[in-house]
């Protein structure tokens, strides 16, 4: 879904809203991309939470790997 996202931007970057509790671990594969103002490297990753808006962008080509995961509620 997020490549879709990036692709219907045609810019390389994308606006992501984060569900309340929402955890997402971010991770470069190649390329750079900034995420909230940290600049993301091929084998870096970010851990993220608590963080309502994430604005991924392109500072080259990049494939990265993004797992969003919601907190269990009991």
């Known amino acids: 879904r ?3 996202l990036v692709r ?3 810019r390389g970057d ?3 809203r984060q569900a309340e509790g ?3 671990y971010l991770v470069g594969s190649s390329g750079q991309v900034r995420v909230n103002g940290e600049l993301v490297a ?3 990753s970010l851990a993220i939470r608590d963080v309502a808006l994430l604005r ?3 500072v080259e080509n990049a494939e990265f790997v993004f797992v969003e995961a919601q ?3 009991n």
């Open 2 to 4: 997020m490549r879709d």
């Open 8 to 10: 219907s931007r045609g």
């Open 42 to 44: 091929a084998r870096d």
């Open 56 to 58: 991924i962008e392109a």
């Open 14 to 16: 994308v606006d992501k």
């Open 22 to 24: 929402a955890h997402v």
């Open 71 to 73: 907190e269990a509620l």
